[in-house]
């Protein structure tokens, strides 16, 4: 039987580039600062992160070749084994349109250390694209594929390509299709998916890729959450994430539980107005991991407005400060 990822939550983490005070300096084609991305990947899994998603949407894989895609997997994969995090769990991205190429990438990334791929469903010819090409997409790359893959639908970058919930649940039959990552704010379709008799839930896990509707998305079935607030708020997201899963909270927990909630819920807002651009502004002004806006083009120049943007959400993220500094991190 294919691993399956164990519930919880991961992070998308962005792939850092070479800052502009760095010697090798490119403005258009910023190198790897594998350094920072090493230290960020720590850092995570020291706050109680479950896994990292490498190479997904929010790391601009579709901005990188494939030698640099490799180099970041594997360094990350070496540096969690010399730190003690043998095993880390890793799922490495994928994001081409052919099935030749999504398996080649998967095979590199198995070489390079991740345990499983996240393959984003294609969308290029969305509006000509059935369901049933889509399911013979994906039991196409899973057959070839030397790791357990994961359904990654996130229609907003992917022409708005639909997936049914009787999609999934044909593919969730297949032995090396572990899960589902849903970037998408439809609570129904999650909960037509990981509440779903049909599905066996043990082995296919239902991940939402929205930390604002965490708490309702675990309560009908779901595994967790590959969530960017959570790579600069880690222990708190962390800490929703263990309040949604108890099953006998106590009045008080319920109470902390929707505070959380609402706090993410609205500094996700951040996450979903900016996307990759005000995940790495938030992880370098509030963590001190990498440039500003240290993206490759054509994103360019930080969040709009800068200093002026931010302070619209300082308060917010001085709220969520005080919660990240008292939660005490379960020993791994």
């Known amino acids: 039987m294919a691993a399956v990822p164990p519930p919880g939550i991961y992070v998308p983490v962005p792939t850092f580039f070479a800052g502009k005070s760095a010697a090798n300096y490119d403005a258009t084609t910023p190198p790897l600062d594998t350094d920072t991305q090493i230290a960020h990947s720590l850092y995570l899994a020291s706050a109680g992160i479950t896994g990292l998603v490498i190479l997904g949407s929010t790391g601009e894989a579709i901005h990188m070749t494939n030698a640099e895609r490799g180099e970041v997997l594997s ?11 043998k ?3 890793i799922l490495a991205g994928t994001a081409t349109q052919s099935i030749v190429e999504t398996v080649e990438q998967l095979k590199a990334a198995k070489e390079a250390g991740a345990q499983w791929g996240m393959c984003l469903a294609p969308g290029y010819f969305a509006a000509a694209t059935t369901q049933e090409g889509l399911v013979r997409w994906f039991e196409a790359v899973a057959d070839r594929s030397p790791i357990p893959i994961l359904i990654y639908h ?10 049914t919930p009787s999609t999934f649940v044909a593919l969730a039959k297949h032995p090396n299709i572990v899960g589902c990552k849903l970037s998408h704010g439809d609570v129904s379709v999650h909960a037509q998916i990981a509440a779903n008799p049909a599905i066996d839930h043990a082995r296919f896990r239902t991940f939402t890729g929205l930390g604002q509707q965490l708490l309702p998305v675990v309560a009908v079935g779901g595994a967790g959450a590959i969530d960017g607030c959570a790579a600069f708020f880690p222990k708190t997201v962390v800490r929703l994430y263990e309040l949604s899963i108890r099953d006998s909270p106590s009045g008080e927990e319920v109470a902390e539980r929707r505070r ?5 819920s609205a500094m996700e807002e951040l996450v979903a107005k900016f996307g990759t651009v005000g995940i790495k502004e938030a992880i370098s002004r509030l963590r001190g991991f990498g440039d500003r806006d240290g993206t490759r083009l054509p994103l360019h120049g930080g969040i709009p407005g800068g200093d002026a943007e931010w302070a619209n959400w300082k308060d917010l993220a001085d709220s969520l400060q005080k919660v990240e500094d008292q939660v005490i991190v379960r020993e791994l």
């Open 75 to 85: 360094r990350v994969r070496k540096a969690f084994d010399a730190k003690g995090f």
């Open 154 to 163: 996130y229609p907003g970058v992917s022409n708005n390509v639909k997936m």
């Open 260 to 264: 959380l909630q609402f706090k993410i």
């Open 87 to 89: 095993d880390y769990p």
